[in-house]
């Protein structure tokens, strides 16, 4: 039926302006991607990640262009041996082929998936994994927001987190999976955090200043 939906727009639109549409949108996506890429990794400066290696173990983990760039520079062409042929996408193959023990051996050159965990690129919003890491930073994103935020603000984050609270949480204490939960993030609440980050750790370091 989606098949059907492009030839149609295809046809519709003429070859030309067709390939145009699709390259004007798949650029919007780009340029999307790599924002939120940059917010997931300044936030992620104010925490420390808990190295339990799950993420490492049972997510697949996804390989953008630059990625197979710059890993094909360290590994060679044995990189494609590592990645998932049945995925539609690149994806490396699960558990993480570069994981030796509870180390990444390719720590200093790791996909940007990785770099950016436990925040993922799920259409159409960016989404936080609630893994225990993913739960530190969905936290302290409640209790900055109802420090910081606007009234309306801190409204939305109660009847949030109500919905979260009462679906079931993964237990990362125990040896029995349960489903992931993901928390949609949008841009303006990633800017509005990062914003309450620098703020409440800009606090933190002046009384520290005074109290010296």
């Known amino acids: 039926m989606k098949e059907k939906q492009v030839l149609k727009f295809k046809e519709l639109l003429g070859d030309e302006l067709f390939w145009f549409t699709v390259a004007q949108n798949l650029g919007m996506i780009e340029k999307v991607r790599r924002r939120f890429e940059a917010q997931a990794q300044a ?22 262009d630059d990625d197979i760039e710059r890993l094909v520079r360290i590994d060679g062409d044995s990189l494609f041996d590592k990645m998932n042929e049945n995925e539609v996408d690149n994806y490396l193959k699960t558990p993480c082929p570069y994981l030796n023990g509870n180390e990444c051996s390719i720590y200093k050159d790791k996909p940007t998936a990785c770099r950016i965990f436990p925040f993922v690129v799920i259409r159409p919003v960016p989404t936080l994994l609630l893994c225990p890491l993913g739960m530190e930073i969905y936290e302290e994103l409640k209790r900055l927001t109802r420090k910081y935020g606007k009234k309306e603000i801190k409204e939305y984050w109660s009847e949030e987190e109500s919905a979260i609270t009462s679906q079931r949480l993964p237990d990362y204490s125990g040896v029995i999976d349960k489903k992931a939960v993901y928390v949609a993030l949008s841009e303006s609440i990633l800017d509005d955090f990062l914003r309450y980050l620098r703020a409440d750790r800009g606090l933190k370091s002046s009384i520290h200043q005074i109290d010296e």
């Open 43 to 64: 936030i992620l400066e104010y925490f420390e990640c808990k190295r339990c290696c799950r993420c490492c173990r049972e997510m697949p983990v996804h390989l953008n």
